[in-house]
């Protein structure tokens, strides 16, 4: 039990519910359904993911010595070498699905793995870090598309929004064992409520009074056709007059629909992606919000542990806003586990 705790501590097995989310929300967003080669690359991520962690704690066995005793490889609970051995296999394993799931999955798969691996090596400690980190989060919803269908152009919205996300976490990450300035925390905080305004926003719709090439409206399916260009004389409309003649009505006299922003409409869908939105705001704004009060390592440690679950419902919130109402459910259900699984492993 004590080997399986060290390694779950090493492998952070919490933080593993944030994964799954990032190649299903990548196939959302390039519209396509889940399927076997959507957990090919799932499975390809969590190896990538895994060997990161392992990675990362071989790193700086030296610097957890001093400032982390109690992690599994200072502790002499893990040895280095089999950290060190199984960052390798996973990456191995990792690619190998990858190669599995079609040649556009590998395509994407490679650079991740080396973003991996140079985030963990050299970037870590350099203003880079948190860019890489970034990247290598976005390449795993990519991955997903490219797994899929082998299509990412339409997923890149998607892992920008994700990405910018966990630049935020990373900004935060680098002063959670001696605090720090409290700017990290306020940063993270107005990035996330900026992500939380794209997320629910919709560009405006086309104007309902805009010529349509079939002559129906495309709100209420009503046949109009004064939404269609004239050409040729314009027809009359008889109405009566007070002298009992006939009275042509003007070409600008014609009826239009009044214009009629996206925003405005309801649906389900949209109030699925507000609902998860909110849940994202809320789980990552309160803790960064206390950091940025009082940017002491156990509230900064706070503040990355929630970025890290707001991972979900984000993910969640991406595939509602690309329509994909049941994958952003299923992702959504990951978040309960996580915090169970978080009480006994920290995630940091």
């Known amino acids: ?11 952070r097995l919490p933080a593993l519910f944030t994964v799954p989310g990032d190649a299903l929300s990548g196939a959302a967003a390039v519209g396509a359904r889940p399927d076997s080669r959507t957990l090919l690359a799932i499975g390809s991520s969590l190896c990538l993911y895994e060997a990161g962690m392992a990675l990362n704690d071989w790193a700086d066995r030296a610097e957890d010595a001093a400032e982390r005793p109690h992690r599994p490889l200072p502790s002499g609970r893990v040895h280095p070498a089999a950290a060190f051995t199984a960052a390798c296999a996973l990456t191995g394993a990792g690619l190998a699905l990858a190669a599995r799931a079609g040649r556009p999955a590998l395509t994407v798969a490679v650079p991740l793995a080396a973003t991996v691996w140079a985030y963990d090596l050299a970037l870590k400690h350099t203003p880079c ?3 890489a980190m970034a990247t290598a989060r976005a390449l795993d919803l990519v991955l997903g598309a490219a797994a899929t269908t082998g299509r990412t152009r339409a997923a890149l919205p998607s892992a920008a929004l994700l990405g910018t996300h966990t630049l935020a976490v990373t900004v ?4 959670e064992t001696k605090g720090g300035s409290p700017l990290a925390p306020l940063a993270a905080l107005t990035t996330t409520a900026l992500l939380s305004r794209l997320l629910t926003h919709r560009p405006a719709g ?9 002559g129906l409206d495309g709100a209420d399916g009503e046949a109009t056709a004064f939404s269609r260009p004239v050409s040729g004389p314009v027809p009359a409309t008889a109405e009566p007059a007070a002298a009992g003649r006939e009275r042509l009505r003007p070409a600008h006299a014609r009826r239009t629909t009044p214009p009629r922003s996206a925003d405005s409409a309801w649906s389900p869908a949209r109030a699925l992606t507000t609902t998860l939105a909110a849940t994202y705001a809320a789980t990552a704004a309160r803790p960064y919000f206390h950091a940025a009060l ?7 440690q706070r503040a990355v542990g929630g970025g890290i679950r707001a991972t979900i419902p984000l993910q969640a919130a991406l595939s509602a806003r690309s329509g994909a109402g049941l994958t952003a459910l299923l992702i959504a259900g990951l978040a309960p586990l996580g915090r169970r699984f978080g009480r006994k492993v920290s995630v940091t």
């Open 294 to 300: 009082n940017p002491s390592p156990p509230l900064t």
């Open 172 to 175: 935060v990450s680098r002063q």
């Open 129 to 131: 870090g948190p860019a």
């Open 206 to 214: 086309v104007p309902l009074d805009r010529p349509s090439a079939t």
């Open 1 to 11: 039990m004590s080997r399986s705790r060290a390694w779950a501590e090493l492998l």
